[in-house]
């Protein structure tokens, strides 16, 4: 857990932000829900689920057999038609339900009868290639609308998806189809990223080498770039789709059934697949984006600048959103290209109302200054929201000043791949904005903070582990073919009950505030890498012995990755800068460019306790500049000298 100053400024601060009179009067939520919730939990997440359109209603709520949950037992339903069909089918077809807008600057919109058309030519293609029910199809695109057909086609046959993030090295890629067994890959030749066409299939290429059950790869046209074809495998989405009727009746799947995997970090080198199943989830995310969002489907433009490849653009770009029916933003880019003003200039042309982005990329719009949203019209916004890490509270003010215009709302949310959508965040109608804090757990949500020793602590002024102690509809149900993994990874550390992995804090006033990461796994940029998963990487290099990863503080994004490394004896030449260079581009073709090093040092040693355990302790102590504490079980005190001495300070301008 983070025991920095920061910590210690967060826990100070006072301010306070009452919802405006106007907002919290028309807000979809109000207090007495909480109540409701608490008295009648399991007829509380019923209603939730109540909003979707099922073929078959539920005979139970909940059955629980720790750590194994079945949510609306005996329910059928399909999620592609709660998503398109049913807002179709009421007269809406002509609504939005995106607004999207390529890097570029070329256009599309998608109403909700267009993507009923391309949803249901899609579902016809991929059973054409044979994808049957259970059958898993992994997804590798840049964010254009086929990425949410895709998605959608996928639910509509009852075939779980894996969206593997754009970002990710074939390698990584390699990895996810093998581990879900996936039988299709839907790509694109490639996408636009910082003004500049990138390959995807090129990619697919590479990891499919090692992929011989993987019969065809779906190719949508993006960048018009030379793709090399594997004649029968490879497909274009123009041809397979488009030829297609637009008509495909949909088969309702029980509640259970697998709707996606979805890849994360773990404390280990090999991510865990997180499953998520029907029913549950789509009503947790229909209702959460709903009430914390307070959508009001006919007049709020959305937008969430989430990639669809993590958990975020799947809950609240795609499921949630649609499901509410919803007219949302999808942006392919970044937020600085051809300009960093794009993303307001964006808010001003769609008239957003509601905007979700991470703290990373306000504390960069600070870093930019507010000269340039001021340039831009951005009255439209109504409410504001953060997900991913701990927003400082001078980012919180800033956002809300200078992008939400001194009368938003701010909602900071807390949740994890795992617990597929929002479980800690204020209600944007009822509770006051406190920079800083998450707020209360939502209706119907059991969090509580526990000791060292598994002991609830009250909920006033005590700092400990967050757990979860009742379970919710929109929970993982398991790792991806590793039971064993999910009950030791959630569910053991204190038994019975969910360990989400996090520190966190009851204030004064019973508000929660959220401390970072109780394990190596870090949090850059909002995404999070384990430590092991970058040392594992480092070793694979032919010249290095042996790795060491942690994270540090960094005012953009949030932690940053330093690595110590010391060379293979005879191995390739280890020393100079170069070796930094090749070892930053080794790791990012194994896992990704997120997973790159901030820092690489090449050192003799690494510090190591007498029974040969790497002193993790020591080396975050040099990567953030602490005084180091106790050295004396070291093997070999002068080596942590060594390795200081190497550490230039990131706060004078270090580039590796
Ligand atoms: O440490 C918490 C942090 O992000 C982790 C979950 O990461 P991931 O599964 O990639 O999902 C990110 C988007 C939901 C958590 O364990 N985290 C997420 N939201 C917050 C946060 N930390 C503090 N405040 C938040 N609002």
Redesign the pocket.
Known sequence: MSEDATLADLLRESRRFPPPAAFARAANVTADVYRDAERDPLGFWAGTAERLSWARRWDRVLEWQPPFATWFVGGRLNVAENCVDRHVAAGRGDRVAFHWEGEPGDTRTVTYADLHRQVCQAANALTDLGVRTGDRVAIYLPMIPETVVAMLACARIGAPHTVVFGGFSAEALRGRIQDCDARVVVTADGGYRRGAPSGLKVHVDAALKECPQVRNVLVVRRTGQDVDWVAGRDRWWHEEVDRQPAEHTAAAFPSEHPLFVLY?SGTTAKPKGILHTTGGYLAFVAWTHWAVFDLKPDTDVYWCT?DVG???GHSYTVYGPLANGATSVLYEGTPDTPHRGRWWELVEKYRVSILYTAPTAIRSFMKWGEDIPREFDLSSLRLLG??????NPEAWVWYREHIGGARCPIV????????GGIL??PLPGVHDGKPGS?SRPLPGVAAEIYDEGGRQLPRRNAAGYLVLTEPWPGMMRTIWGDDQRYRETYWSRFPGVYF???GAKWDDDGDIW?L??VDD?M?IS???ISTTEVESALVSHPGVAEAAVVGAPDPTTGQGIVAFVIPRAGGEDTAGEDVVRRLREHVSAQIGPIAKPRQILVVPELPKTRSGKIMRRLLRDVAEHRELGDVTTLTDSSVMDLIRQRLPDPRHGDAE
């Not at 953060?386 to 927003?391: A, H, L, R, S, Y």
């Not at 900071?412 to 617990?419: I, L, R, S, V």
Request: glycine residues 12%; charged residues 20%.
């Open positions: 994360t989430a993590w958990v975020t953060t997900v991913g890490e701990p927003i900071d949310t807390w949740w994890q791949t795992e617990t800690i965040s998450a989400a992995g996090d959220l970072g990461r796994v949090n909002g995404h999070r």
